[in-house]
């Protein structure tokens, strides 16, 4: 019944009467719509330039590397809070990815029913929470737990392992870098999640039941059928995560520190591109506007590279599995 | 059917009518002003009392000084406030008049436990230290010979400063260049400035926050957050080398002894002022209106606002614990206002 009602209607729609009114006003607009977007990233591009132009003239392109922040000499330099928003989106990204991975595939391969709908519904109501309460609920929740338990022991610990020792050093202040990445795996996470688990349920059951029947395990079947056949969506999810934990400004910007220099401990306070416009952008003027703006502009550049290695990675894949 | 859609949109072209003659009449006496968020208190408690007594609405938004200065400048805002005091010719290039509304009071805080309010004694060159790094604990010989007979911990010392940029921040950077030499050599003054160490909090609430979760942590904010927020206040030595504890009247005897008169623009900052009872870390907030106004009668309103709460507004800013201007010197001002502000004939909108 469906299908054949599906055929009839795109048959009175398609070829015969393309000309009608209604459909020129819709594919028009639908058109502008589609067009404006692309002026709008033109637009935001343009005017980061432009307002970046002075502090490029100024530093040049060594601006990128210079670890230094000045505002009484009015010297800048981007390296402390580019530094900073890699690491913590690493660090976002090694805890977030394993763990919105485990909830995805209990969702859909081993989640009793009556569990689904509450899990589901609480991993959607994460999205929801504004960034400003992750920050506050970071800040005077989280902070005084990771300053008296976690980070001690994380010194106490690992930061006597060769190596990896350096990354755990210093003080317990409680805020910091690795704070920030922390409170940035909870809110990308329900991203991950969601997506996952809708990538997930479209892999055909068909599929699914013959592995089963064969005698795979349940990580079998993960491994073998769900993950290969989802990839691209899977891949997609981390991508998006890893974008909104690049621009995240206001739970970081609580936490995170807002010092410009950079240590080798991801326990030290740092900043990130997103944290220094919040603080900063209010009172700046001159070169240290333009500055910002700069920041900005890398910003820009860095989550536009990540799309373009997400999709350059989707087509390898792609090629490689035909 | 059509009868009733019909009185619907006669009934809602009358609502928006007379909606349109209320905001009307409202719009006419209507001020706004824009800038510094340090005296953002008691700026609204003043507009609310003006509104209540003169029904003229006085709209300020405290997005900052930065914000404040640019917004002045653009003319989208009648009045711009800042903390830090512009420049002879910086007020000339945009044709703006400054002049100071109010005098408040800022305060390092720290987190010792068992060490209450006033009990750690500071200076001038030690506040520096620490917050350059070069002390890092508490039981540092610098700290412990200016505070005998205190019980100082071992406990290394966590700097916490203001992450934004804040007139705050400027005064306090001013105090420390001007009694610590290191300090301004290596980093001056500015609405933000490189910290050597330490950690940064968003705004007087994130440094109060950060104070109260770190032991052996020393901030800096202002008196009344310090207060709401029952944080350890020390007592600081002013420039007559004595010891002071952060009160209303401590901030009172430093406005008193600034010699107002002769800064040109009135361009003082309060830091380490003479007088045996004044507070070091003292700092007025400024007022931007421009010289040659469009509007004489908006020019005047502005003025009118200032005006009144200059002179009945003193017990308001003092129940914030701000300290409202001398007599003497709001009649300086407002004799600025006549030689300065002109409207659109020439003639001063003042008096």
């Given at each position: 019944?469906?299908?054949?009602?599906?055929?009839?209607?795109n048959h009175?729609?398609?070829?015969?009467h393309?000309?009608?009114?209604?459909?020129?006003?819709?594919?028009?607009?639908?058109?502008?719509?589609?067009?404006?977007?692309?002026?709008?990233?033109?637009?935001?591009?343009?005017?980061?330039?432009?307002?970046a132009?002075?502090?490029?003239?100024?530093?040049?392109?060594?601006?990128?590397?210079?670890?230094?922040?000045?505002?009484?000499?009015?010297?800048?330099?981007?390296?402390?809070?580019?530094?900073?928003?890699?690491?913590?989106?690493?660090?976002?990204?090694?805890?977030?990815?394993?763990?919105?991975l485990?909830?995805?595939?209990?969702?859909?391969?081993?989640?009793?029913?009556?569990?689904?709908?509450?899990?589901?519904?609480?991993?959607?109501?994460?999205?929801?929470?504004?960034?400003?309460?992750?920050?506050?609920?970071?800040?005077?929740?989280?902070?005084?737990?990771?300053?008296?338990?976690?980070?001690?022991?994380l010194?106490?610990?690992?930061?006597?392992v060769?190596?990896?020792?350096?990354?755990?050093?210093?003080?317990?202040?409680g805020?910091?870098?690795?704070?920030?990445?922390?409170?940035?795996?909870?809110?990308?996470l329900?991203?991950?999640?969601?997506?996952?688990?809708?990538?997930?349920?479209?892999?055909?059951?068909?599929?699914?039941?013959?592995?089963?029947?064969?005698?795979?395990?349940t990580?079998?079947?993960?491994r073998?059928?769900?993950?290969?056949?989802?990839?691209v969506?899977?891949?997609?999810?981390?991508?998006?995560?890893?974008?909104?934990?690049?621009?995240?400004?206001?739970?970081?910007?609580?936490?995170?520190?807002?010092?410009?220099?950079?240590?080798?401990?991801i326990l030290?306070?740092?900043?990130?591109?997103?944290?220094?416009?919040?603080?900063?952008?209010?009172?700046?003027d001159?070169?240290q506007?333009?500055?910002?703006?700069?920041?900005?502009?890398?910003?820009?550049?860095?989550?536009?590279?990540?799309?373009?290695?997400?999709?350059?990675?989707?087509?390898?894949?792609?090629?490689?599995y035909? | 059917?059509?009868?009733?859609?019909?009185?619907?949109?006669?009934?809602?072209?009358f609502?928006t009518?007379?909606?349109?003659?209320?905001?009307?009449?409202?719009?006419a006496?209507?001020?706004t002003?824009?800038?510094?968020?340090?005296?953002?208190?008691?700026?609204?408690?003043?507009?609310?009392?003006?509104?209540?007594?003169?029904?003229?609405?006085?709209?300020?938004?405290?997005?900052?000084?930065?914000?404040?200065?640019?917004?002045?400048?653009?003319?989208?805002?009648?009045?711009?406030?800042?903390d830090?005091?512009?420049?002879?010719?910086e007020?000339?290039k945009?044709?703006?008049?400054q002049?100071?509304?109010?005098?408040?009071?800022?305060?390092?805080?720290v987190?010792?436990?068992?060490?209450?309010?006033?009990?750690?004694?500071?200076?001038?060159?030690?506040?520096g230290?620490?917050?350059?790094?070069?002390?890092?604990?508490?039981?540092?010989?610098?700290?412990?010979?200016?505070?005998?007979?205190?019980?100082?911990?071992?406990?290394?010392?966590?700097?916490?400063?203001?992450?934004?940029?804040?007139?705050?921040?400027?005064?306090?950077?001013?105090?420390?260049?001007?009694?610590?030499?290191?300090?301004?050599?290596?980093?001056?003054?500015?609405?933000?400035?490189?910290?050597?160490?330490?950690?940064?909090?968003?705004?007087?609430?994130?440094?109060?926050?950060?104070?109260?979760?770190t032991?052996?942590?020393?901030?800096?904010?202002?008196i009344?957050?310090?207060?709401?927020?029952?944080l350890?206040?020390?007592?600081?030595?002013?420039?007559?080398?004595?010891?002071?504890?952060?009160?209303?009247?401590?901030?009172?005897?430093?406005?008193?002894?600034?010699?107002?008169?002769?800064?040109?623009?009135?361009?003082?900052?309060?830091?380490?002022?003479p007088?045996?009872?004044?507070?070091?870390?003292?700092?007025?907030?400024?007022?931007l209106?421009?010289?040659?106004?469009?509007?004489?009668?908006?020019?005047?309103?502005?003025?009118?606002?200032?005006?009144?709460?200059?002179?009945?507004?003193?017990?308001?800013?003092?129940?914030?614990?701000?300290?409202?201007?001398?007599?003497?010197?709001?009649?300086?001002?407002?004799?600025?206002?006549?030689?300065?502000?002109?409207?659109?004939?020439?003639?001063p909108?003042?008096p």
């Amino acid at each position: 019944m469906t299908p054949v009602a599906m055929t009839s209607a795109n048959h009175s729609r398609g070829g015969a009467h393309p000309g009608r009114l209604g459909n020129i006003l819709f594919g028009g607009s639908a058109w502008i719509f589609g067009i404006l977007v692309l002026i709008l990233l033109l637009a935001v591009m343009i005017s980061l330039v432009i307002g970046a132009a002075p502090a490029f003239s100024e530093f040049g392109i060594s601006f990128v590397w210079t670890e230094v922040w000045n505002p009484v000499k009015d010297h800048y330099g981007a390296l402390s809070p580019l530094y900073g928003t890699l690491i913590t989106s690493i660090i976002a990204m090694v805890i977030g990815v394993p763990v919105s991975l485990g909830i995805a595939i209990f969702l859909t391969e081993l989640c009793p029913n009556y569990l689904k709908r509450p899990i589901s519904t609480a991993v959607e109501l994460l999205a929801a929470v504004p960034s400003i309460i992750y920050g506050m609920w970071g800040l005077f929740v989280l902070a005084p737990l990771m300053q008296k338990y976690i980070e001690p022991f994380l010194i106490g610990t690992v930061g006597h392992v060769i190596v990896l020792g350096d990354l755990f050093q210093g003080p317990p202040y409680g805020i910091g870098l690795f704070t920030a990445g922390l409170i940035l795996s909870a809110m990308v996470l329900p991203y991950m999640v969601s997506i996952m688990r809708d990538v997930f349920e479209t892999v055909p059951p068909q599929l699914r039941e013959s592995a089963y029947g064969l005698g795979a395990t349940t990580w079998e079947v993960v491994r073998s059928v769900v993950l290969p056949y989802s990839r691209v969506g899977v891949i997609g999810a981390f991508m998006l995560a890893l974008g909104r934990a690049l621009g995240e400004t206001m739970a970081v910007t609580f936490v995170v520190g807002n010092s410009y220099h950079i240590a080798k401990s991801i326990l030290a306070p740092g900043s990130t591109i997103s944290a220094s416009l919040a603080n900063e952008f209010a009172e700046a003027d001159g070169l240290q506007l333009s500055s910002l703006l700069a920041l900005g502009f890398l910003l820009f550049v860095l989550t536009f590279s990540v799309i373009g290695v997400a999709r350059l990675m989707l087509m390898r894949l792609q090629k490689r599995y035909g | 059917m059509s009868r009733t859609v019909v009185r619907t949109l006669r009934q809602a072209a009358f609502g928006t009518l007379a909606i349109l003659a209320v905001t009307g009449s409202a719009y006419a006496v209507e001020i706004t002003g824009a800038g510094a968020t340090f005296p953002n208190p008691v700026y609204q408690k003043w507009a609310e009392a003006y509104k209540a007594k003169t029904g003229t609405a006085v709209n300020y938004q405290s997005v900052g000084s930065g914000a404040g200065i640019k917004q002045i400048e653009a003319n989208t805002v009648d009045f711009g406030a800042t903390d830090k005091a512009l420049e002879a010719d910086e007020l000339k290039k945009n044709d703006l008049v400054q002049f100071p509304a109010v005098i408040g009071g800022i305060v390092p805080i720290v987190n010792l436990p068992g060490i209450k309010d006033g009990e750690v004694k500071l200076d001038g060159a030690t506040l520096g230290a620490i917050f350059l790094g070069t002390i890092t604990s508490w039981n540092d010989p610098a700290l412990v010979k200016a505070n005998p007979g205190l019980a100082l911990p071992r406990t290394p010392i966590t700097v916490v400063h203001r992450s934004d940029g804040s007139g705050t921040t400027y005064n306090f950077a001013y105090y420390l260049s001007a009694v610590n030499a290191d300090w301004q050599a290596k980093v001056g003054a500015n609405t933000a400035v490189e910290w050597p160490t330490g950690v940064g909090g968003k705004g007087n609430e994130g440094v109060s926050a950060l104070v109260q979760q770190t032991v052996g942590s020393i901030g800096y904010v202002e008196i009344a957050y310090a207060l709401q927020n029952k944080l350890t206040y020390t007592k600081m030595m002013n420039a007559d080398g004595l010891y002071v504890e952060p009160k209303l009247s401590a901030f009172k005897a430093a406005a008193e002894k600034a010699d107002w008169a002769s800064a040109p623009n009135y361009r003082l900052v309060l830091a380490n002022q003479p007088g045996k009872e004044s507070w070091p870390i003292t700092a007025a907030t400024f007022i931007l209106v421009h010289g040659s106004q469009s509007d004489a009668n908006k020019a005047k309103a502005v003025l009118g606002f200032f005006d009144w709460s200059l002179n009945n507004g003193q017990k308001m800013a003092e129940d914030l614990l701000y300290v409202p201007l001398p007599d003497a010197l709001v009649k300086h001002i407002e004799a600025t206002w006549t030689s300065s502000v002109k409207g659109p004939d020439g003639k001063p909108v003042w008096p």
